[in-house]
C-alpha cells in the first residue's frame, strides 16, 4: 500500500512530523513501513511554461523549435515531443535543474539551434509509465489552461510529497484504504480523524424506475447497490485527482473511472461504474456463471467462466466478472451520458478462486479477498456519487436500488484487564486500556471489572479476546514491556533411552567409517517396494510434484543407492554411507500410513587403502557383516541375533543372508546382483537395511566385566568336512550347544574347497577355546569335552579331517 502523505494529511494532521519520524512510529505500532519515498527526488528548478509558438527545426524531422513563456521571460527551447504544441502550459526544467537519475540541465545548441531549457514529460520527472495517462505516455506532459507560468511545477502535479510504503500483513485488510490508514495514524499520534462530508442534491427521477436487481447467489454476494447518475459528462479528472492516484501506482483514465479508483483507495470498498446504455436491458442480475460462458473483460482478453464463478449480467450475458474486472461490453467511454454505479460485497473465498482460475488479479480483488467493511459499502457508494456530481456534473437520481441480505453485526469481546496485564506481564492502568481502544475507535465501557468492546467492521482482523491484548500491547509500546526471566521448576534436559540407543548407533556407523547421507521419504511407485524387509500397501501423494516423488518408500535402500551413483560418477572410488529415517508400511486405524524406522548402508569401492604399507583390500560381504556385528554388539544384542541365508529380488542369491533377532527377520544382508550394479552403473556393492525400531525397542544384555584370567586358556583346533551349502554358523551352532560349560569361545579360521576335498564338499576349521576362571584344567578334562564336540559333528554328518 502506497500512502501519500499530502493526501493523508486531509484526514489527520500530520504537519508537525516528519515522514521518517512518522514512518519509525507506524512501524513500531506493528505495520512495517518499508520505505519513504520522497517523490521530488531533489529536483530543482522545474516551472510551468507556456509554449507561444512551435516551429519546425530546419535541420531535423523529429524536433520542433519552441517559445516558452517561464515566467521571468520567454526563452527558446527545442522539443522532440511529437505532441507539443503552441498554446500548452507544460513542465519546464531551467538550465540548472536536476532531474532524477543525476541528470543535469544545461544550455546546450541541437542541430545548430540553442536550447534553454527541457520540456519535460512525466517519466523524465521520475514517474513510473505504467501510472502515466496513456495521452501522454508517449511525450510531454500537457498542464490545466489556469496552470501560472514561472510557478513551482512540482507543487502542482503533487510532486512535493513524500509517499510511504506499507508492508501489510494479509489480516490487515482495513490499511488498504486511506481512511483504514488515517484510523492507525489517528490512534498512534492520538489524533481525530476527520472523515469526508458527503453532501450533494438528488434529481426527482427515481433509480428505481432505470434499473432493476437480482441476485441470485446471495451467500457469494449477500449486499448489492446500484445507484444511477445522468447526464454525466466524460473528461479528464482533475489534476488533484489524477496525481493522487499516481502517487498510489493506479494510472488515470477519465473522470468516471478515476472517481470510483479513487474512492476504492480511499474507503478500501471496490465500486464499478456500468455505461447504462451499454447495458441494454435496463436490468442487473448477479448469478453464477455458466459452464464455458466467456466474457471479455477490460484488458480486452477475452475469458472462459466455470460453473463457481460470479458474474455480474445485463439478464442475457455478463457485463462484469464479480469482484475481479468489469466487462469491455459495458466500459465507460467519452460518450456516456448515464452511470451505474455499482457498490456490493463479495465473498472473499469466491472471488480468490474466481481471480485465482483467471490468472487475473486486481485492485478490486485483492480488498475482496481480504475482506471490506461490510458497514462502508454504501457509505463509499455515496461518497463515488458525490464526486460524480461535483467532477463529471452528474445527475444523481433519487434512492438506491438495493439487495441486502448482509450482518453487518460488530464483533463485541468481554475481556479483564487483569488477564491482559496477566498475559503481557505489564501493570497498564485501566485507563490507559481505555483510552488505547477510544483511539481506535472501538466502543469500550467498563462493566464489573470487565472490558466490553464492540469491535467496528472495518477491523476483521479483529476476533477472539489475544487480538485485544495485542492491540493494547502495540499501541501502549512494545518497548514498554517489561524483560523478565522465565518463571517456574526448571528440569534437566535428557534423552530417552530410545534416543540413546539411536544415538549409538549413529556414532557406531560414523565410526566404522560411513557418512551419513539424508535421501527424500518420496520416490516413484517403481521403487517404493524395492529391497523391502516387508511389502505393504503403498501410500500415494494425490498431488505429486513429479512421478519420481509419488510414493512414500518402504526402503531406505533405492535412494542410498542413488547416492552412490551419482557420487561415483563424479570421480568418487568409494562410496560409503548410510542412513536412518523412516519407512511408510500399510495403514494405521486413523487411515495414515504406519511409520516404522530404519537404518541402511551402503558400501561399494575400497575398504581399506594405506598407500604407506601398500594395504588395500576392497570392501566385500564380510566388510558388510562386520559392521552389522559390531553395532549389534555395541547395542548387547549380540546373544539373541542369528544369521540365515536369504533371497531378495536385486541381491546376489549366493551373498544374502537374513539377519534375525530371536528367529524374526529384522534385516537383510546382501551384495547387489550384477544385473542390477549394471542398471545402477555401481561396482561391487553391499546393502544393509536393519529395522531399526525393532532392534531399538528390544531388551538388551547390559555390559558385563569379565576379569583378566589368572588360569591358562587352552585352545583345539577342529577341521570338518560337510557339503559345500551348509552354513558355518550351523556347524559353529552344533559346537556351541554340545559343548560343555568349559567351552568359552568357538571362531572359524579357515574355509578351503579343492585339492584333496571331494567335489562339492568343503574344509571348515575352527579353533576352540576352553577355560575354567576357578582353576587350571587338566588335558583329560579337556579331552572329554572336546571329544563330545566332536561326537556332535560327527552325529550331524560331518567328517573329522
Known amino acids: 500500500m502506497l500512502v501519500s502523505l499530502k493526501w493523508l494529511q486531509e484526514y489527520v494532521d500530520i504537519e508537525d512530523i516528519s515522514p521518517e519520524e512518522l514512518a519509525e512510529k507506524i512501524t513500531r505500532a506493528g505495520i512495517e513501513v518499508d520505505s519513504v519515498i520522497d517523490r521530488s527526488q531533489g529536483m530543482t528548478n522545474i516551472v510551468v511554461g507556456h ?122 485488510s482495513d490499511a488498504l484504504s486511506m481512511l483504514g490508514v488515517a484510523y492507525e495514524v489517528g490512534a498512534i499520534l492520538s489524533r481525530d480523524v476527520n472523515f469526508p462530508e458527503i453532501k450533494y442534491e438528488t434529481s426527482k427521477e427515481k433509480a428505481e424506475d432505470y434499473i432493476k436487481v437480482r441476485v441470485d447467489a446471495t451467500k457469494e454476494n449477500p449486499l448489492y447497490a446500484a ?50 446504455d451499454s447495458l441494454g436491458t435496463g436490468e442487473i442480475v448477479v448469478r453464477l456463471a455458466k459452464e464455458g460462458e466467456k466474457i471479455v473483460t477490460l484488458d480486452d482478453q477475452e475469458r472462459t467462466l466455470k460453473s463457481h464463478h460470479l458474474v455480474i449480467t445485463n439478464g442475457n450475458e455478463p457485463v462484469a466478472v464479480a469482484g475481479v474486472m468489469g466487462g469491455a461490453n459495458s466500459e465507460v467511454t467519452e ?21 485465482k482460475d483467471l490468472g487475473l488479479h486486481s485492485d478490486s480483488s485483492v480488498r475482496f479477498e481480504k475482506g471490506v467493511d461490510p458497514n462502508r459499502v454504501l457509505e463509499a457508494q455515496e461518497r463515488a456519487a458525490q464526486l460524480l456530481c461535483e467532477l463529471a456534473g452528474g445527475e444523481v437520481l433519487e434512492g438506491t436500488v438495493l ?36 483511539r481506535l475507535k472501538f466502543d469500550v465501557e467498563a462493566k464489573r471489572g470487565l472490558l466490553v468492546i464492540d469491535v467496528p467492521t472495518r477491523r476483521q482482523d479483529i476476533k477472539i479476546e489475544e487480538d485485544i491484548i495485542e492491540e493494547i500491547a502495540r499501541l501502549y509500546g512494545y518497548d514498554e514491556i517489561p524483560l523478565t526471566l522465565p518463571e517456574g521448576k526448571m528440569h534437566i534436559g535428557g534423552l530417552t533411552p530410545y534416543q540413546q540407543k539411536r544415538r549409538i548407533v549413529r556414532n557406531f556407523l560414523e565410526g566404522a567409517g560411513l557418512y551419513q547421507a539424508i535421501t527424500y521419504s518420496l520416490t516413484s511407485e517403481e521403487w517404493s517396494q524395492k529391497f523391502a524387509l516387508k511389502k505393504e500397501e503403498t501410500t500415494k501423494l494425490l498431488m505429486p510434484m513429479s512421478e519420481e516423488r509419488s510414493t512414500l518408500r ?5 535412494h542410498l543407492l542413488e547416492a552412490a551413483s551419482y557420487n561415483l560418477a563424479r570421480q568418487a572410488d568409494s562410496v560409503a554411507l548410510y542412513e536412518i529415517g523412516s519407512v511408510f508400511l500399510g495403514k494405521t486405524e486413523e487411515g495414515l500410513p504406519f511409520e516404522e524406522e530404519h537404518v ?60 534375525l533377532l ?19 552403473d555401481l561396482k561391487e556393492t553391499y546393502v544393509v537395511e536393519l529395522n531399526l525400531h525393532a532392534l531399538l525397542r528390544a531388551e538388551a544384555k547390559g555390559v558385563e566385566y569379565d576379569p583378566v584370567p589368572r588360569f591358562p586358556l587352552v585352545t583345539r583346533d577342529v577341521a570338518v568336512e560337510v557339503d559345500r551349502t551348509v552354513p558355518a554358523g550351523e556347524l559353529e551352532a552344533i559346537i556351541r550347544n ?62 573329522i579331517r
Not at 92 to 104: E, S, Y
Not at 554 to 558: A, E, F, R
Not at 617 to 636: M, W
Open 227 to 276: 445507484k444511477v447518475i445522468k447526464n454525466v459528462k466524460v473528461a479528464e479528472s482533475p489534476l488533484w485527482l489524477q496525481h493522487y492516484l499516481m502517487a498510489a501506482g493506479i494510472r488515470p483514465h477519465n473522470n468516471v473511472v478515476d472517481i470510483t479508483n479513487f474512492v476504492l483507495l480511499e474507503y478500501g470498498q471496490p465500486l464499478h461504474a456500468f455505461d447504462y
Open 554 to 558: 518402504q526402503s531406505l535402500i533405492p
Open 738 to 799: 554340545s559343548g560343555t560349560k568349559l567351552l568359552k569361545a568357538v571362531k572359524v579360521f579357515d574355509v578351503y574347497e579343492g585339492e584333496n576335498i571331494e567335489a562339492g564338499k568343503k574344509s571348515v576349521a575352527f579353533t576352540l577355546t576352553y577355560f575354567d576362571p576357578e582353576r587350571t584344567l587338566t588335558d583329560e578334562e579337556v579331552a572329554n569335552a572336546h571329544d563330545k564336540v566332536l561326537n556332535a559333528l560327527k552325529a550331524a554328518g560331518a567328517a
Open 51 to 172: 509554449v507561444l509558438s512551435k516551429e519546425k527545426h530546419p535541420d531535423a524531422d523529429k524536433l520542433s523549435i519552441c517559445k516558452v513563456d517561464v515566467g521571468t521571460d520567454v526563452r527558446q527551447i527545442i522539443c522532440g515531443a511529437p505532441n507539443v504544441e503552441a498554446g500548452q502550459k507544460v513542465i519546464v526544467a531551467l538550465p540548472g535543474a536536476k532531474l532524477p537519475g543525476g541528470i543535469k540541465i544545461k544550455k546546450a545548441k541541437m542541430r545548430g539551434q540553442e536550447s534553454n531549457g527541457m520540456i519535460c514529460s512525466l517519466q523524465e520527472l521520475g514517474i513510473e509509465g505504467r501510472v502515466v495517462p496513456k495521452a501522454f505516455a508517449d511525450g510531454i506532459y500537457v498542464l490545466p489552461d489556469d496552470a501560472v507560468p514561472g510557478s513551482d511545477a512540482l507543487e502542482l502535479i503533487g510532486l512535493r510529497d513524500t509517499v510511504l510504503e506499507l508492508d501489510l500483513t494479509p489480516n490487515r
Open 600 to 659: 541402511a548402508f551402503v558400501i561399494t569401492g575400497k575398504w581399506v587403502d594405506d598407500a604407506w604399507l601398500g594395504d588395500k583390500r576392497n570392501a566385500d560381504f564380510f566388510t558388510a557383516k562386520g559392521i552389522v556385528e559390531g553395532l549389534l554388539e555395541k547395542l548387547g544384542l549380540t546373544e539373541r541375533i542369528t544369521y540365515e541365508k536369504g533371497t531378495m529380488e536385486g541381491l546376489h542369491p549366493g551373498q544374502t543372508a537374513n539377519i
Open 335 to 355: 460518450d456516456t451520458t448515464t452511470v451505474v454505479l455499482e457498490a456490493a460485497y463479495f465473498e472473499g473465498l469466491s472471488v480468490r478462486t474466481t481471480s
Open 662 to 680: 530371536d528367529g524374526e527377520r529384522v534385516g537383510i544382508i546382501g551384495g547387489l546382483h550384477p544385473s542390477e550394479r549394471k542398471e545402477w
Open 403 to 438: 439487495v441486502d441480505e448482509l450482518d453487518k453485526t460488530p464483533a463485541r469481546i468481554v475481556i479483564s484487564p487483569d488477564e491482559i496485564n496477566a498475559k503481557l506481564g505489564m501493570k497498564i492502568p485501566l485507563d490507559d486500556m481505555i483510552s488505547i481502544l477510544q
